[in-house]
């Protein structure tokens, strides 16, 4: 079976003779070592040439290793010279002589100069025939660093759950928050939370601003939020009649209710009739939000008082009670 290597370039006519050249890289080979046979052909340019190559053997006990290599082509004093390179083996010691190849142009047929490859086989000691060696030693690998991503990786990934484990056993034998370095504030009662976000609030200066929609929308969420605390009933998700109702039946306070009903009826006119009070009434709406936080803050139960005086003191004193 036979490929074939054919060249046809156009160019002016002419009738010198074309060459066909073989060489091998090395003459010398053990059984399954590989040599490359290089062919050359120089011809002139217009010619059309062809070279039947044989597929598989060369002859033989002589294989080729497909695949073959592209030809080359390159022009050189209006000459066109044609290389290809062949990879062959062979598995059999023994000395060819390989089959010269042939090119055929428009004028006449070329063969190639004959080369010769020696295959020899491997030294065999007779004293040990049941010792094998390998044709060629192995080779170590090149390193390459991303073939032991996946060992680096796993290792990391295992010390860091080694230290999560440690971590979490530590803390929780000590009796300690998993996450370090955060202090936990206690939560404000309603009455000191809500007086904070009032200063907050005042210190912003936002009805000064031209902002009264935002000022009297923080104020009225302040004490919605207050009175969830407070009394326990959801005033966010109420409106201020209802909000109104509820306090009415809370807490009996006529005042308390005034200063509540001032605000929240001031707060629906600016956030939805877009109504801008007057400097004095921003003022009483701040001034009514503190003064109901403070009415309806929870009375502070009152500590008995002990008596600090030596139990020997007061010994004493019953004694001379009962003389």
């Known amino acids: 079976m036979y490929t074939g290597l ?11 003779q074309t060459l066909i050249e073989v060489k091998l890289d090395t003459a010398d080979i053990l059984i399954g070592e590989q040599t490359t046979l290089h062919l050359t052909i120089t011809t002139d340019i217009g010619k059309q040439v062809y070279c039947p190559l044989p597929a598989e053997n060369l002859m033989p006990g002589v294989e080729i290793l ?3 290599s592209e030809p080359d082509s390159t022009i050189v004093d209006n000459k066109l010279t044609i290389k290809q390179d062949i990879r062959v083996t062979s598995f059999d010691s023994l000395l060819y002589l390989l089959p010269p190849f042939m090119v055929i142009d428009q004028t006449d047929t070329v063969y190639s100069n004959q080369v010769a490859l020696k295959v020899s086989t491997v030294p065999v000691n007779v004293d040990a025939p049941d010792e094998f060696f390998d044709i060629k030693d192995v080779w170590k690998p090149p390193f390459v660093l991303a073939d032991y991503y996946p060992l680096i990786f796993g290792i990391l990934i295992a010390l860091v759950v080694l230290f999560l484990i440690w971590y979490v056993v530590k803390r929780l034998r000590s ?40 000022y009297y929308t923080q104020v009225t969420d302040t004490l919605r939020h207050y009175m969830w605390r ?14 109104l109702e509820v306090m009415r039946e809370k807490n009996d306070d006529r005042a308390i209710y005034d200063m509540l009903k001032q605000i929240l009826r001031l707060a629906d006119f600016v956030k939805f009739a877009k109504l801008h009070p007057l400097p004095d009434e921003n003022d009483l709406s701040m001034a009514n ?27 004493e004193s019953n004694l001379n009670s009962t003389d």
């Open 66 to 68: 497909t695949p073959l």
């Open 6 to 16: 054919f060249v046809l370039l156009l160019g002016m006519k002419t009738h010198a």
């Open 230 to 243: 407070r009394y326990g009933f959801n005033a966010m998700e109420m409106t201020s009649h209802e909000i």
């Open 289 to 315: 939000a503190y003064r109901f936080v403070s009415h309806t803050k929870p009375a502070e139960i009152a500590q008995p008082e002990t008596d600090a005086r030596p139990e020997n003191e007061t010994s």
């Open 175 to 214: 009796k300690k928050s998993l996450v370090p370095f955060r202090k936990i504030e206690p939560e404000l009662p309603p009455y000191d939370e809500a007086i904070r976000e009032l200063d907050k609030i005042k210190q912003q200066k936002l009805w000064q601003h031209g902002r009264s929609k935002e």
